[in-house]
């Protein structure tokens, strides 16, 4: 993912993005390790809590791009992988993040891809309350502050239960692309 999402992508390969980042937000697998770490009070700010997540899977995962880690610049792995090994692209490390923040009782987010200073990242945005959340600084932006350096192409939506006979979340779309 590190090369390759911020440049020119077809439509079919932004969808195999979308699935893909659905299918890898996976809390279940954040739970293990984060349950071992101090949540923060209820009483904290939401921008207070979210940046002690971010801090948390900056501390625990060694940025290290696709195409160093895997000399392929668009292998993804599972949070419980990126966890165990300890080093993880931004995507993988963003992942982490959106699978988490509901655990620590955060509104929800999404997984958004696109560019940081030309090459490929990842970052989480919780629209609800105006926040990005960026794992490989360990920092919390406002997204009406978010400096134009991050170029958003597209926007991943949490997986949700489908009501009988349907599919996907009702009433909002699977991805966002962004233009």
């Known amino acids: 993912m590190e090369s390759h999402i911020g440049n020119a992508v077809s439509p079919q390969r932004m969808l195999a993005y979308s699935k893909l980042g659905q299918w890898l937000y996976r809390p279940e697998e954040v739970w293990p390790y984060l349950r071992q770490s101090p949540r923060p009070s209820p009483l904290c700010p939401v921008?207070?809590?979210?940046?002690?997540?971010?801090?948390?899977?900056?501390?625990?995962?060694?940025h290290r791009p696709d195409d160093r880690k895997w000399d392929h610049p668009d292998r993804w792995q599972s949070p419980?992988?990126?966890?165990?090994?300890?080093?993880?692209?931004a995507g993988e490390m963003a992942l982490i993040l959106w699978s988490g923040a509901a655990l620590w009782g955060l509104p929800p987010g999404q997984l958004v891809l696109g560019t940081l200073l030309g090459r490929g990242h990842a970052w989480v945005e919780l629209p609800e309350v105006s926040l990005c959340a960026e794992a490989t600084g360990g920092h919390v932006i406002d997204l009406?502050?978010?400096?134009?350096?991050?170029?958003?192409?597209?926007?991943?939506?949490?997986?949700a239960p489908a009501?009988?006979?349907?599919?996907g979340r009702p009433g909002r779309p699977a991805l966002s692309l962004v233009r």
């Not at 921008?47 to 060694?62: I, K, T």
């Not at 419980?80 to 692209?89: K, V």
């Open 163 to 167: 009501a009988p006979g349907r599919s």
């Open 144 to 159: 009406g502050l978010l400096p134009a350096i991050y170029r958003p192409s597209l926007r991943v939506y949490p997986p």
């Open 80 to 89: 419980a992988e990126t966890l165990w090994q300890g080093t993880g692209s």
């Open 47 to 62: 921008r207070d809590s979210l940046g002690a997540l971010a801090r948390w899977v900056m501390e625990r995962v060694e």
